[in-house]
């Protein structure tokens, strides 16, 4: 499938505020190299993307699968450049969702664009973006986010569990989309939701919970060591997300979610 120009590196510095992009055709994880290679780093943001992932993954065990057409790119960024208290810095996952559903709302009309709490994004029920964010320890005042954005990747010849679970941009549009366009629009709503953040999270959280895909919605999550289940309530301003059980309200900082 033809999937539109490739990414030229000169014009994403040029448009955005990132000063140095590494595009490879092929590699194991962006995610990956970045975080072997965060003390070469010296004028941040930089930008670490490649056309096909090897061993692309995601959080916890799982492995991201995408097709050709896809964006698979990891942005390398120091929080305190953008006056981001350090207490907030839990929320930056919350935050780099919304940047992302912003970028992608001008694109796409047909279904709605929701938050899937931590930093899922879905165009209707489907997951059209995943992100992940790490650090290393030594080097805790950077982080790597790692997104995954379906653009143009057909799921035909995904795993069965994959494919009706996921879904992309032209999937939903019926039309290919120019992945630098994409690309471009993502990094820019990402510098702005980061700057917001230095002086308006509550806005921010504010924002999230008007798009949250699973308030009002019975679901299950699993923590590390128990499975809590009830009516999610959408997030608090510290990004917990909020489950009415049979018991009580609970808080819950961590875990994987599934509708029931
Ligand atoms: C998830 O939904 O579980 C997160 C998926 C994150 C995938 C992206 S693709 C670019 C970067 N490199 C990786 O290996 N993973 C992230």
């Not at 995610?31 to 090897?54: R, V, Y």
């Not at 996952?93 to 664009?113: D, K, M, Y």
């Not at 995943?130 to 790597?144: K, N, T, W």
Request: net charge negative; glycine share 8%.
């Amino acid at each position: 499938m033809y999937c539109g120009p490739v990414i030229d590196p000169e014009v994403v510095c040029q448009q955005t505020f990132i000063q140095k992009v590494t595009w490879f055709s092929e590699i194991d994880s962006t995610n990956t190299l970045a975080l072997s290679q965060l003390e070469t780093f010296d004028c941040l943001p930089i930008l670490i993307g490649a056309d096909k992932q090897t061993g692309g993954r995601g959080r916890g065990q799982n492995s991201w699968y995408a097709g050709s057409g896809g964006l698979t790119f990891s942005v390398i960024l120091r929080p305190v450049d953008f006056q981001l208290e350090h207490r907030h810095w839990p929320l930056m996952s919350l935050f780099v969702g919304l940047a992302i559903r912003e970028a992608i709302s001008q694109f796409v009309t047909r279904e709605p664009v929701s938050l899937k709490w931590p930093n899922d994004i879905y165009l209707g029920e489907r997951k059209v973006c995943g992100v992940l964010i790490e650090s290393a320890p030594q080097h805790r005042d950077m982080v790597v986010i790692g997104i995954g954005l379906n653009v143009n990747n057909s799921f035909d010849g995904a795993p069965d569990d994959i494919r009706c679970r996921a879904v992309s941009m032209s999937g939903v549009e019926i039309q290919l989309f120019n992945r630098q366009l994409v690309l471009v629009e993502v990094l820019k709503s990402l510098e702005e939701v980061l700057q917001t953040a230095a002086n308006s999270v509550a806005d921010l959280l504010t924002e999230w919970r008007s798009h949250c895909f699973l308030t009002g919605r019975r679901i299950k999550v699993d923590e590390i060591h128990r499975t809590v289940t009830g009516n999610c309530l959408g997030i608090d301003q510290e990004g917990a997300l909020l489950l009415q059980t049979d018991e009580k309200i609970e808080r819950l900082f961590a875990g994987s979610v599934t509708l029931l």
